[in-house]
């Protein structure tokens, strides 16, 4: 099993970026998929859901209305894509399904 994300790195606050997670070794079509962050000395936080099929998305109150997630079965990749970003939302973001975690992405929102 593999999840691999991509996409992080520095953005100014108020710009966007969207992170790709490409999943192997499970059936991802038939697996909820999850984004999580963790920031520096905090705990890691539940960040998105998406389902199986993609009709259903649930956001943390902290992201809603700025990020979106979603997913390419037949890619076999979920995103997340994050606009109006806040210095507050510097975080290794991480993707997580069938119970495996990615290795994550640095995201950094500074001027």
């Known amino acids: 099993v593999q999840l691999v994300e991509s996409g992080g790195g520095l953005v100014q606050p108020g710009g966007s970026l969207r992170l790709s997670c490409a999943a192997s070794g499970f059936t991802f079509s038939t697996t909820v998929m999850r984004w999580y962050r963790q920031a520096p000395a905090k705990e890691r936080e539940w960040v998105a859901t998406?389902?199986?099929?993609?009709?259903?998305?649930t956001y943390a109150d902290s992201v809603k209305g700025r990020f979106t997630i979603s997913r390419d079965n037949a890619k076999n990749t979920v995103y997340l894509q994050m606009d109006s970003l806040k210095p507050e939302d510097t975080a290794v973001y991480y993707c997580?399904?069938?119970?495996?975690w990615g290795q994550g992405t640095q995201v950094t929102v500074s001027s």
């Open positions: 998406i389902s199986s099929t993609g009709i259903t998305t």
């Open positions: 997580q399904g069938s119970n495996y």
